[in-house]
């Protein structure tokens, strides 16, 4: 494409070409390479038109304009991606043969792509919803497409529920609304009929299901695959990602407004840090175990609503990935970017969770139709970084075509590239599964149990965590019109835990407890508490990665702002200015800081914590800014760290907030800047 773009010339009589002059490089041209010499004004007979068919400059435009859009994906619509690398550990080479996994410090290319999974694409990023973790690894043996979530289980056990399950996740058929929530009846309906879905309900109202930042989430695998190692030894896997930066959420005050301050909120923050060299980085690990372990686990470690926890079988950390490069355009990268799970390499292999089968039939269906046809490995970004050799051909906009006569097999012409084999030697091999049994649709006994690791997980929160899952229980099902939905809700949830059934059944107001939903299986209350599941107990060390909102008038003191500003730097943290104007303040020595954002643009919810640098000069005017109250009470309601100066109290005053300051306000008179970062550390005071 870029070729054509460099046209320098017209081929005369067959001579030499002519070169144009560089400045006709920069031409306009039609898609067809043809000079364009106005791109304001279509053909008109007349003046004042009207305009011709004939003008086949303007046609050309608006129709490349009309086919601009592809079919948005069904799920996971709203994605964002970045490149980077996935470098080798050189650990896992005698449990998998898989190229990537050969070499210490090998860094190969990845592709990665972060998403919600119910809003369609213009949707808000911090909706509460499931993120999607998709990772492809330009391997030299192929592509290998993970493509996880954050949260390590499903909503279901079994493909066949997947187009229900999305059907009434996503907007209602009839009125099209909501659009990126499960807070209404269709979901809650469906998922109340389907008691496998309880464990992932209890994830889905937890804050992981409104992550801070892709950067600090976890991903995962979530089915079972398998390792084969040289030998053709086998061992069963689970993929996670770690983020080296800690676990963290927001609260579901600050999703609501997030929303509206910035939809973008999540997109922007993958941006902002790659491109001021801040990469993310996640460890790549497995929890590898045999048939054994799998035999003797308490339940089926192919029923993808159950999770292995850590305190069980480890993680072992093969490899980390760092994303490093933006991507140059959004929608040959972000938008045609198609993850197969289908797509493996040599070394790993599937496992028959009946989940797992049905995506491998899913993703190839899905990208067809997207992408509109077989040929959409020959996209750049689709495309494997290692020699591609078949005899596979033709298709739309087949791009990539062989050169030669033979395009069959077995065939007698000379062997060249052109001309491959299959290799039975390093080819892809099936790991061998003895299977003998009757052809019927069942559900195994084996996957049953639907409360017992809901209730693992419940106890496994720190309380403040259990407040946010009964919190967002009672909000999602207050949008739900019909009662007896919603007492079905609770009658599961008297299965997984009394105490968060009694505390949801009290939200609702509901006139009476429901009875228990009959269970297939009894819950088990001898589940260790993992304490791998809980955000809290995995936070950061440090506050490197997030970002301060500093709120400034015209005489702030300009030694204390700079000092806070060096250390948050030194932190390797990121800060704003936020302002009465977005032209900024001037400062007690008369410097002048420019503003990120005006005070309205700013709200408190966009950072981790805040300062307010007032003076005295101005400190009156802002007491009137409905926004600058805003900005300390969401800050207040939050718990987050309020950094203040002096000035700044008579807003607090002025707000009734001075009874109420405790140990998150940080006065920056009276504390150095080191040891007011040491607190941020903590990113919020959650005793308020
Ligand atoms: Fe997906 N899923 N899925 N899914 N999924 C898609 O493929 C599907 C499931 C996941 O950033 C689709 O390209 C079925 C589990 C991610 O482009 C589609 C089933 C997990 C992404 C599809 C599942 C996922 C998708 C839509 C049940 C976590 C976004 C567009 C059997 C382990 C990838 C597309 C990206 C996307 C089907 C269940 C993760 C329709 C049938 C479980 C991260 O093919």
């Known amino acids: 494409m870029a070729e054509s773009f460099k046209y320098k010339g017209n081929k005369g009589n067959g001579g030499e070409l002519h070169q144009l002059p560089e400045a006709d490089d920069q ?16 053909l008109k007979a007349g003046e004042r038109g009207p305009t011709l068919l004939e003008d086949q400059v303007m046609r050309e435009k608006i129709f490349a304009f009309d086919h601009e859009r592809i079919p948005e994906r069904v799920v996971h619509a709203r994605g964002y991606g970045a490149h980077g690398y996935f470098e080798s550990y050189g650990n896992a080479s005698d449990l998998t043969c898989a190229d990537l996994f050969q070499r210490k410090g090998e860094k190969i290319p990845v592709f990665t792509r972060f998403s919600t999974v119910a809003g369609n694409k213009g949707s808000g990023d911090v909706a509460r919803d499931v993120r999607g973790f998709a990772v492809k690894f330009y391997t030299q043996e192929g592509n290998w497409d993970l493509v996880g979530n954050n949260i390590p289980v499903f909503f279901i056990q079994d493909a066949m529920k997947f187009p229900d399950l999305i059907h009434a996740a996503k907007q209602e058929p009839d009125r099209g ?14 998922a109340s009929l389907s008691p496998e879905s309880v464990h992932m ?27 084969i190692n040289a030998n053709g030894d086998e061992k069963f896997v689970k993929f996670h990602w770690k983020p080296t930066s800690g676990l963290q959420s927001v609260v579901w005050n600050e999703a609501l407004k997030i929303n509206g301050a910035d939809p973008d909120f999540h997109r922007r923050d993958l941006w902002d840090n790659i491109q001021v060299g801040n990469f993310p980085e996640w460890e790549l690990g497995v929890q590898v175990f045999d048939q054994e372990f799998a035999d003797n686990f308490e339940f089926d470690v192919f029923d993808a609503t159950k999770l292995i926890p850590e305190e069980q079988i480890p993680v072992t950390k093969i490899g980390k990935m760092v994303l490093n490069r933006v991507v140059d355009n959004f929608f040959a990268e972000t938008e045609q970017v198609a993850f197969c799970t289908q797509n493996i390499v040599p070394g790993i292999d599937f496992t028959q969770d009946p989940l797992l089968q049905g995506r491998n039939f899913s993703y190839l269906d899905t990208q067809t139709k997207r992408l509109g046809g077989p040929n959409f490995t020959h996209i750049p970004i689709n495309a494997p970084q290692c020699p591609m050799r078949h005899f596979q051909q033709d298709g739309h906009m087949a791009m990539k075509n062989p050169k030669g006569r033979v395009n069959y097999e077995p065939n007698s012409w000379d062997r060249d590239e052109n001309n491959p084999r299959a290799c039975p030697a390093h080819g892809f091999k099936s790991s061998s599964q003895h299977i003998e049994g009757d052809k019927l649709r069942y559900r195994s006994e084996t996957f049953s149990d639907h409360y017992s690791q809901a209730l693992q997980f419940y106890n496994s929160q720190t309380d403040v965590e ?4 009964q919190n967002a229980f009672v909000f999602e099902l207050s949008k739900v019109e019909k009662q007896a939905i919603r007492e079905r809700v609770v009658s599961h949830l008297l299965n997984v835990d009394e105490d968060l059934a009694h505390a949801v059944a009290k939200g609702l107001g509901l006139p009476e407890m429901p009875e228990k939903a009959e269970a297939a299986m009894p819950t088990r209350t001898d589940l260790k508490v993992s304490d791998a599941l809980s955000i809290l107990k995995n936070g950061p060390a440090s506050f490197a990665g997030r970002k301060l909102g500093i709120f400034c008038s015209d005489g702030a003191d300009s030694e204390q702002l700079n000092s806070l500003i060096t250390a948050v730097k030194k932190e390797g943290a990121m800060h704003e200015v936020i302002a009465p104007t977005i032209n900024g303040v001037t400062l007690s020595d008369g410097s002048h800081i420019e503003g ?27 007491c009137k800014v409905p926004e600058a109250k805003d900005f300390v009470m969401d800050a207040f309601a939050h718990q987050k760290f309020v950094i203040y100066n002096d000035a700044a109290k008579k807003l607090f005053d002025e707000l009734n907030l001075t009874a109420k300051m405790d140990d998150g306000f940080i006065d920056i008179t009276t504390n150095e800047a080191n040891k007011i970062i040491g607190n941020l550390r903590n990113l919020r005071f959650w005793q308020r």
Not at 201 to 222: H, N, Q, T, Y
Not at 597 to 611: F, M, N
């Open 27 to 42: 031409r306009m041209t039609t898609a067809q390479g043809c000079p364009v010499s106005d791109n304001q004004n279509s």
């Open 466 to 469: 259990k407040m946010h899952i």
């Open 201 to 227: 309900l209890m994830w889905a109202m937890s804050d992981r299901a409104i992550p801070r930042s892709f950067r600090f989430m976890e991903g995962f695998g979530v089915h079972t695959f398998k390792f």
């Open 177 to 190: 609304f909501p659009q990126a929530q499960t807070a209404h009846d269709n979901f809650w309906d469906f």
């Open 596 to 622: 990120n954002q005006k005070i309205d643009g700013g709200p408190s919810v966009l950072y981790d914590a805040v300062a307010v640098l007032l003076s005295d000069k101005q400190v009156d005017e802002i």
